[in-house]
C-alpha cells in the first residue's frame, strides 16, 4: 500500500514536471506555468492525468495549441491525458509568475504592470491605455506606443526614445 502511494507520488510529481514544462505558442519563452496559465495537475483514480488551464484570453487562438501540446507532451511521457479548461477566475496578466516576468524582460520584452481591476464597472474606453513603462534594454522611462497591437493581440508596440530600440509590452490584463 505504501509503495503504492509512493509510485502514485512520483507518478503524480513527473506529470507536473511535464505539464509545467509546455511553452506557449505565442510566446515560446514562456512555459504555460510560468505564465499562470496551468491552474493544476491531478491523477485520476485510474491513473490518468488531468491537467486543468485556465486561457489568458478567452478567444485567444493560441488556446487550441495550448490544449494540443499538454495532451501531447503527457502521452508522450507515457500518461493518459486530459484537459480541462477553467474560465473562472478570469486568467490576469498578474499570475505570470517571477519567474517568467524575468524571462520576458531577458527577451527584451517589456512585463505587464499591475492588472486593472475587474471588480467595480469598467469603464469603457476605445483609446489606447496609458502605462508608465520603462525600456527593456536601457531602463528609459522615455518610450512611446508606435501601435496597440503587436504580432499578437496580447502585446503592444513600443519604442524607446533614449536608445531609440523598439521593443514589445506584454498587455496588463
Ligand atoms: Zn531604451
Known sequence: MATATVARSARLDRARQVAASVTDPEMPMLTLEDLGVL?????????????????????????????DDLVRRLQDAGFGAEVRVSLHPA??????????????????LSAPGPAP?????????????????TCPRCGS??????????????????????????????KEI
Open 117 to 133: 481591476r475587474h471588480d467595480g464597472p469598467i469603464p469603457l474606453s476605445f483609446l489606447p491605455t496609458r502605462r508608465s513603462l
Open 91 to 108: 486568467w490576469s496578466s498578474d499570475w505570470i509568475t517571477p519567474r517568467g516576468r524575468q524571462t520576458l524582460a531577458d527577451h527584451g
Open 39 to 67: 491552474r493544476d495537475v491531478e491523477l485520476t483514480e485510474e491513473g490518468r492525468v488531468v491537467a486543468t488551464i485556465t486561457p489568458t484570453y478567452s478567444g485567444c487562438p493560441a488556446m487550441a495549441t495550448m490544449r
Open 141 to 170: 522611462a522615455e518610450v512611446e506606443v508606435t501601435s496597440e497591437f503587436g504580432p499578437t493581440a496580447c502585446r503592444a508596440l513600443y519604442r524607446c526614445t533614449t536608445c531609440l530600440e523598439p521593443f514589445e509590452h506584454v
